[in-house]
T-cell receptor
């Protein structure tokens, strides 16, 4: 079942601007992951943050996790047109192997 | 990174026929694979967990007799949509899980259109 809520549902920005997407979840987690999906394609893993971590960086990506608020954010800095895609957060289902995906944010970066 | 393939990438079939979708892990062995369905502009919904050598575990609301899953080897899982209807038209995505890792590796998806 879907447990993640993401906002905004859609985001349109100019190239070079930063994009911030938020995700909230309902149950306890061991880790939270962010995935990217280009239109009509499979998902690509971007970054994983463990429940005992508060912030993580990978290139132009910055992820935060607030377990007290059960929320996470993904920041993409200096966006590029190629960043245009859907972005999903996913949490482990009670520590198991299954992933529960958020509703996703559709990001459009205009050049 | 680990590569997962799906075949076919697109399929159009007539209502009442069955369609088989293959999911293969190309460069690793996957004891567990997952099947998801995604409707336009929506998120992924887990349908079932496919375990090599045992029966699949289906999510609530997913008909196991309609969506047959077979995981006969460590590199191949198949999803058969039986007696397909137009409402089964969707994007079906599989993923494979490497034991000990957290991330899942996704196939490119299969677009099923039932006419």
């Amino acid at each position: 079942s879907q447990q993640g809520e993401e906002d905004p549902q859609a985001l349109s920005i100019q190239e070079g601007e930063n994009a911030t997407m938020n995700c909230s979840y309902k149950t306890s987690i061991n880790n939270l992951q962010w995935y990217r999906q280009n239109s009509g394609r499979g998902l690509v893993h971007l970054i994983l943050i463990r429940s005992n971590e508060r912030e993580k960086h990978s290139g132009r990506l910055r992820v935060t996790l607030d377990t007290s608020k059960k929320s996470s954010s993904l920041l993409i800095t200096a966006s590029r047109a190629a960043d245009t895609a859907s972005y999903f957060c996913a949490t482990d289902d009670s520590g198991g192997n299954k992933l529960v995906f958020g509703a996703g944010t559709i990001l459009r970066v205009k050049s | 990174g680990a590569v997962v393939s799906q075949h076919p990438s697109r399929v159009i079939c007539k209502s009442g026929t069955s369609v088989k979708i293959e999911c293969r892990s190309l460069d690793f062995q996957a004891t567990t694979m997952f099947w998801y369905r995604q409707f336009p502009k929506q998120s992924l919904m887990l349908m079932a967990t496919s375990n090599e050598g045992s029966k699949a575990t289906y999510e609530q609301g997913v008909e196991k007799d309609k969506f047959l899953i077979n995981h006969a080897s460590l590199t191949l899982s198949t999803l058969t949509v039986t007696s397909a209807h137009p409402e089964d038209s969707s994007f079906y995505i599989c993923s494979a899980f490497i034991q000990g890792a957290y991330e899942q590796y996704f196939g490119p998806g299969t677009r099923l259109t039932v006419t």
